[in-house]
């Protein structure tokens, strides 16, 4: 005995299976996104530290280096979204080694908001060499709410932070 085919059971299945599937594509983009950006705040911090490091280099230069390197979308959190700038010298270096903490005078350190404009300005080299300057950059990611605003008064769907920190750190040696 033969069986009936029932045409609208794939159609079925098929409506079971795409919001789920689209749930998963659209979570797979926002994660993307997230390493990207901090990709390139990983790259835009190494490449400030480095530009940075260099005798005739200018604070403008290191800025332009990080603002080619970076590309962020814009700040969620201005209080928090910043870049900070620490220069040392070579007495500090040697503290440091030993488990000390660095004297004063030996250590510098500016704070800019993002994103960085001309405006900023790194701390004096105290030494010609034997130092070192670090880029600790600070950034919120905001994730792309996918039913947040629509269902916000329904029922909390946050199963998420909406909001990530991302920090990321570079340092290289003055030159």
């Known amino acids: ?23 998963v594509l659209l979570a797979l983009i926002d994660f993307s996104r997230l390493l990207f950006t901090y990709v390139s705040l990983a790259d835009g911090a190494r490449e400030m530290a480095r530009v940075g490091a260099l005798a005739r280099n200018s ?11 970076t590309l962020i979308a814009g700040s969620v959190n201005p209080a928090t979204d910043q ?13 440091q080694r030993q488990g000390l903490g660095c004297a004063a005078g030996s250590l510098s350190s500016t704070t800019c908001s993002l994103p ?25 990611f905001a994730f792309n709410p996918l039913f947040q605003n629509q269902l916000a008064n329904v029922t909390d769907v946050s199963f998420m932070r909406p909001v990530v920190t991302l920090t990321t750190s570079a340092r290289a040696n003055l030159e």
Do not use: H, K, W
């Not at 005995?1 to 795409?18: G, I």
């Not at 604070?59 to 390197?69: G, P, R, T, W």
């Not at 004096?124 to 600070?138: C, E, M, N, W």
């Open 83 to 95: 870049v900070v700038v620490t220069v040392a010298d070579q007495s500090c270096v040697v503290n």
């Open 116 to 140: 960085l404009q001309p405006s900023c300005v790194f701390p004096a080299r105290l030494s010609a060499g034997g130092g070192y300057i670090q880029v600790d950059v600070t950034y919120s």
């Open 1 to 23: 005995m033969r069986r009936r085919a029932r045409p609208a059971q794939a159609l079925v299945e098929f409506a079971l299976a795409v919001p789920l599937l689209l749930l």
């Open 59 to 69: 604070s403008a230069s290191a800025v332009a280096a990080f603002n080619d390197y």
